[in-house]
T-cell receptor, first 114, second 111 residues
Framework: NAGVTQTPKFQVLKTGQSMTLQCAQD?????MSWYRQDPGMGLRLIHYSVGAGITDQGEVPNGYNVSRSTTEDFPLRLLSAAPSQTSVYFC?????????????FGSGTRLTVV | GESVGLHLPTLSVQEGDNSIINCAYSNSASDYFIWYKQESGKGPQFIID?????DKRQGQRVTVLLNKTVKHLSLQIAATQPGDSAVYFCAVLSPGGKLIFGQGTELSVKP
């Protein structure tokens, strides 16, 4: 049982490049979310999903796309990277709220856009 | 939309004292209220939660209090230890699975 796995752990992109941050969980959780955390700040919700085929926007969705084709995977795509997207990105998963016992977070991806 | 705020960005306590970290929220329809601990370089770690139909919940050395009248949440840590030094976030979970975080309070424990 690996929990929530994020890859890569570190990434440097040039402005305008695109890339996908990977997130996978092996706990059969229905809920998955992506957050970004800037230095000295809290976590801001980018996109979230309540099940395969269902996604919704969070607080800061612009510049990011997601899809949820399986329960296990929830990739985050940066369409055209900008320096403002330099941040640490966290993926998290949880059972649905009637079985809730807390979101489990991955260890993060540190992204730098130059 | 939902907003979650914390009263103090930093808190310094003496080892062995009790710590109290506060949080305010705006959405009365929230389902769960959760406290997370984040150590440097790591992802947030679940500490304790409380459901919206409860006022108080206790864990090991931690207690969460929920006052729905004034939309206020607090985390109490008993006998604070150096290992408790971290940033603490409150978060609010809506019935639709949306988890929104507050800004965080950095707790420093002086030996």
């Amino acid at each position: 049982n690996a929990g929530v796995t994020q890859t890569p752990k570190f990434q440097v992109l040039k402005t305008g490049q695109s890339m996908t941050l990977q997130c996978a969980q092996d706990m059969n959780h229905e809920y998955m979310s992506w957050y970004r955390q800037d230095p000295g700040m809290g976590l801001r919700l980018i996109h979230y999903s309540v099940g395969a085929g269902i996604t919704d926007q969070g607080e800061v969705p612009n510049g990011y796309n997601v899809s949820r084709s399986t329960t296990e995977d929830f990739p985050l795509r940066l369409l055209s990277a900008a320096p403002s997207q330099t941040s640490v990105y966290f993926c998290a998963s949880s059972p649905r709220t009637d079985q809730y016992y807390g979101y489990t977070f991955g260890s993060g991806t540190r992204l730098t856009v130059v | 939309g939902e907003s979650v705020g914390l009263h103090l960005p930093t808190l310094s306590v003496q080892e062995g004292d009790n710590s109290i970290i506060n949080c305010a929220y705006s959405n009365s329809a929230s389902d769960y209220f959760i406290w997370y601990k984040q150590e440097s370089g790591k992802g947030p770690q679940f500490i304790i939660d409380i459901r919206s139909n409860m006022d108080k919940r206790q864990g090991q050395r931690v207690t969460v209090l929920l006052n729905k009248t004034v939309k206020h949440l607090s985390l109490q840590i008993a006998a604070t230890q150096p290992g408790d030094s971290a940033v603490y976030f409150c978060a609010v979970l809506s019935p639709g699975g949306k988890l929104i975080f507050g800004q965080g309070t950095e707790l420093s424990v002086k030996p």
